[in-house]
């Protein structure tokens, strides 16, 4: 009998091949793109912002971040320094609250678990501009108006984040291995933090990498809640840049360097934890 072969036409297999590769190069340059423009454009002097061609790099890039740096006495790092607080602080305690919600609503038992789980997809599907007004007037009814707690609480419970924990803790903690601790005699609470912790490591620092970025990006939020420029974030504190920029031109290349400079924290922080985000830890583990 006569094998028969059903090798596919080798234009075929490099079309194939070459078509994914395409669409991500036209994905990488559409989000890329924006991040060059900033780039090149904070290298400019006012002169030559409006003067020289798109892609040109420009001569003024120490001079406008002195400039930054020295505007309003400083104000560039208060609103850095807040942004670190709201962004660190709220993705540290959103994804301390995520993971532990997340193992429980994948590990246990409990009479709603399905119901409270349901009600956290419901959650992911509301967008934050909803909630925005309803959170400002409660926080302004208890006196946290105006505060770095109204930035702060609202950030901490995170549906998409928990379901994102419960799960990675399904996938990650076996059971057996949980039993395997009941029966050496270890409480729940250290079974959590002795075992099932140290296997969500992966899991929860892509949570903090989600929701550090995100926090640091937010604007609406620290818009709505907050009055006192003292208390800015850097998205806030540059759209007040951006709006006197109207009667001072000059401020549109600080509002430029600045943006640039808000993008190097974000890089520098995914640089340094893709080290963190390692699979099946748990391989192994029982035996």
């Not at 250290?190 to 075992?195: A, E, I």
Request: aromatic residues 14%; charged residues 10%.
């Amino acid at each position: 009998m006569t094998a028969v072969s059903h090798r596919r036409p080798r234009g075929t297999a490099a079309f194939g091949g070459l078509a994914p590769t395409a669409l991500l190069l036209i994905g990488a340059i559409y989000c890329l793109f924006p991040v060059l423009w900033v780039l090149i454009a904070a290298t400019k002097s006012p002169a030559e912002l409006f003067s020289t061609g798109t892609l040109a790099f420009g001569t003024g890039f120490f001079d406008n971040v002195t400039q930054l740096f020295a505007y309003r006495d400083g104000v560039f790092w208060l609103w850095a320094a807040n942004t670190l607080i709201y962004a660190g602080g709220g993705a540290l305690l959103s994804t301390a609250v995520s993971a532990v919600s997340g193992y429980a609503l994948a590990k246990y038992r409990f009479p709603g678990r399905n119901l409270i789980f349901n009600l956290l997809i419901g959650g992911i599907l509301v967008p934050a501009v909803v909630l925005a007004i309803p959170q400002y007037l409660l926080f302004s009814k208890i006196g946290l108006a105006d505060s770095y707690w109204a930035v702060l609480l609202p950030q901490i419970l995170h549906p998409y984040s928990i379901y994102l924990a419960r799960i990675y803790a399904a996938a990650a903690i076996p059971d057996s291995l949980l039993e395997a601790g009941r029966i050496d005699g270890a409480s729940e609470g250290r079974l959590m933090w002795r075992v099932a912790m140290p296997l969500m490591v992966p899991g929860m620092v892509t949570i903090f990498l989600f929701q550090f970025v995100s926090i640091w990006n937010n604007f609406l939020l620290p818009f709505i809640m907050l009055g006192d420029d003292g208390k800015f974030p850097l998205t806030v504190g540059l759209y007040t840049l951006l709006a006197a920029g109207a009667n001072q031109p000059s401020l549109y290349n600080l509002i430029l360097t600045g943006a640039f400079l808000s993008l190097v924290p974000l890089i520098a922080l995914f640089l340094t934890m893709q080290r963190y985000w390692r699979t099946d830890l748990s391989s192994g583990a029982v035996k």
